[in-house]
C-alpha cells in the first residue's frame, strides 16, 4: 500500500506539473497573441487616418483653387469665403500629415515635395487674387492661363495619391495580419483547453482508482482484524479520513480548476464577438457604416477586448494560485520526515521574536508558558506550523484593541504534548471552525488578502507528524488554536 501511496504521489504531481506547463504555455502564447493584436490594429487606424488626412489635405486644396478661380473670373467676393475658410484646413492638415509619417520612410521621403508644393500653390493662388483686388483682372487671368497652378495640383495629387495607396496597402496587409493572429488564438485556446481537460481527466482516473485502492485495502483490514475492534475503528477513522481528503482533492481538480478554465474559453469567444465589430469597422475602407457599427466597434475597444482580457488574466492567475497550492500540499505530503529533539520553549520565543515588531505596534505582547521542555519531532514542519499561527493572529488581529497572544505547551498523557496558541483577535464563528482548514475556503470578513491555504497546510503538516490541530472561537472575542502531536516522532516514523 505504501509503494501505492508513492506511486500515486508521484503521479498526482506529474499530471500536475503537466498541468501548470500547458497552462503556462497557454497564458504565455495568449498574451502575445492579443498583444500582436491590439498592436496591429494600433497600426491600422494609425494608416486610416494618414489616409484620411491626405484626402482632406488635397480636398482643401481643391477648395481653395475653387474659390480662387470664381473670384478671378467673375470678381465676386461671395468665392473668397471657401478660398479663405479652406487656407487654415491646408495648414492644419499639411502639419498633421507631416507628423503622422514619421517613421514610414517612404511617405516621409516625399513630404518636403509636398510642402513645398503648396507653398508654390498657395503663393500663386494669393498672387492672382491680390492682383483681382488692386484692379489688374487680366493679370491675374493671365497667371491662371499660364498651367503652373495646373501643374502644380497634379504633381501634389500625385504625391497624395502615392501616400494614400501605401496606406491601402498596409491597412490591407494589417487586416491580414490581424485575421492570422486571431485564427491562432483561437487555436491555442482549444489546443490548451483540450490538453488540459485531458490532464484533468488522467487526474480523476487515477484519483478513482486510489480511491478503489484505499475501500479495497479499508475491507481487507476489517477482515484481518475482525476481533481487534479498538484497531479496527482506529484504522477505519484512518482511512476514511484519508478517503475524504482524496475526495476533495478530485472535487478541486474537478471544479476549482475547471472554473476558470470555463471562464478563459468564455472570454475568448467574447474576444472573437468583440473582433468581428472591429473588423466590420476597420475593413470598410471609406465605406459608409451605420451607427450602430460604428458604436459596437468602439464599445468593442474600449470596454468588450479589455474586460474579456481582465477577465482570461485573472482567471489563469487564479488556476495558476490552485496548482501552486495543491503542489505546496502534495510536497509536505512527500517529505521525508526528520525527527530530532526539539527545545520547545527556544522554538516558541524565536517564533514570537519574528512578529515581535508587528505586536508592538499594537501595544500588545506575547505570553509563554511551557511545562514541557522538549519534543522529539521534525523541526521543520513545526516550525512552519506555529509560524503559520502567529502570523495569523497578527493578520487578523482586532482593530480597536492591542494584540495579547498566549501560548501554553503541556504534557498530555504519557504520549502527548497539546500546544495551545490563543490570540483576543477578530474570532471566527461557530460554523466555520471546520471550514477554514479546507483547501481554498476562508471565513469571516474578506478585507485581507489570501487564498485560503495556511491553515489547510497546517492542519497537513499536524498530520503528517501523527497529530491533529483543532480550534476554540468566538467571534469577537479571539481565537484558541490547540495542536496536539506525539512527544516521540521517531517511534510512529518506524513502525
Known sequence: MAKDNISFARTTLLMLVVGASILAGLIVSSLW???????????????RQIRRTAADLLQNLVDAETGQRGFVLTGDATFLEPYSASLDDVHRNLERLVSEVKNRPSKEARMPDLTRLVGQKLAELDRSISLVKAGQRDDAVAIVRTGI????MATIREILGYVRSQSDLNVE???????????????FTIGGAVAIFLVVGGSIVIVMQHVRDLARAQKEVETLNAGLEARVAERTEDLIRANQEVQRFAYIVTHDLRAPLVNVMGFTAELDTALKSLQTYVLADGGSLTPEQIQNARLAASEDLPEAISFIRSSTRKMDGLINAILKISRDGRRQLKPEKIDLKELVEATSASVHHQIAETDGHVDIQVKKPSIISDKLSLEQILGNLFDN?????????????????????????????????????????????????????????????????VRSLARNLGGEITVKSELGKGSTFVLRLPSDLSRIVRS
Open 33 to 47: 497573441l492579443v498583444e500582436q493584436t491590439r498592436s496591429t490594429f494600433s497600426y491600422i487606424m494609425e494608416e
Open 149 to 152: 497652378g495646373r501643374d502644380q
Open 393 to 457: 493572529a497578527v493578520k487578523y488581529k482586532h482593530a480597536e484593541r492591542p494584540l495579547i497572544m498566549a501560548v501554553r505547551v503541556e504534557p498530555e498523557g504519557r504520549q502527548m504534548v497539546r500546544i495551545e496558541v490563543e490570540d483576543n483577535g477578530r474570532g471566527i464563528a461557530q460554523e466555520d471552525h471546520e471550514r477554514i482548514f479546507e483547501l481554498f475556503r476562508r471565513a469571516g470578513q474578506q478585507d485581507k488578502v489570501g487564498e485560503g491555504i495556511g491553515l489547510a497546510h
Open 173 to 187: 496587409a494589417g487586416v491580414n495580419r490581424q485575421l492570422e493572429y486571431s485564427n491562432q488564438l483561437q487555436w
